[in-house]
C-alpha cells in the first residue's frame, strides 16, 4: 500500500525556522496534490498548505500570514513546507496527504484542503515551538 514519509520536524525556538519534507515511499510525487495537514490533540485536523498536481497552484491556511511556503523539488519528487517564524501555537504532529483524483486537484484549487479528498497519508512528523 502507498505510502507517504514526512521529515524535518523537531525542536526550534520562538521565531526559529524548520524545512518539513514528505516523499511517497516508492513513488514520485510529480502527478500528486499534495496537502500538509496538522492536528493537536483533542483538537480537529487543519489543513496548513497545499499544491496542486500540473501547475502547481498553491494555497495556504489564512492563520499562516505568509510564514510558510510549500514548494516541490526540482524534478517533483518531494514537497517540502518551509516554516519561518515559527510560534509556540504551531507545536503539534504534520502530516503530508496526496492524491491524483481530480477531486483533490479541485480541493486545493477551491483552498479548501478537505482531509477527505486525500487517500495517501504519511505518519506525521512533529513540531515543537518552545524556548
Known amino acids: 500500500q502507498a505510502t507517504l514519509v514526512e521529515s524535518g520536524g523537531g525542536l526550534v525556538q520562538p521565531g526559529g525556522s524548520l524545512t518539513l519534507s514528505c516523499t511517497g515511499s516508492?513513488?514520485?510525487?510529480?502527478?500528486?496534490?499534495v496537502v500538509w495537514f496538522r492536528q493537536a490533540p483533542g483538537r480537529e485536523r487543519e489543513g496548513v498548505s497545499g499544491?496542486?498536481?500540473?501547475?502547481?497552484?498553491?494555497y495556504y491556511a489564512d492563520f499562516l500570514k505568509g510564514r510558510f511556503t510549500i514548494f516541490r523539488d526540482n524534478d517533483k519528487t518531494t514537497v517540502s513546507l518551509q516554516m519561518n517564524d515559527l510560534k509556540p501555537e504551531d507545536t503539534t504532529v504534520y502530516y503530508c496527504?496526496?492524491?491524483?483524483?481530480?477531486?483533490?486537484?479541485?480541493?486545493?484549487?477551491?483552498?479548501?484542503?478537505?482531509?477527505?479528498?486525500?487517500?495517501?497519508w504519511g505518519q506525521g512528523t512533529p513540531v515543537t515551538v518552545s524556548s
Open positions: 496527504a496526496a492524491d491524483s483524483s481530480p477531486h483533490a486537484l479541485m480541493d486545493v484549487l477551491r483552498g479548501e484542503m478537505d482531509s477527505q479528498q486525500y487517500r495517501i
Open positions: 516508492g513513488f514520485s510525487l510529480r502527478p500528486y496534490t
Open positions: 499544491i496542486s498536481s500540473g501547475h502547481g497552484s498553491t
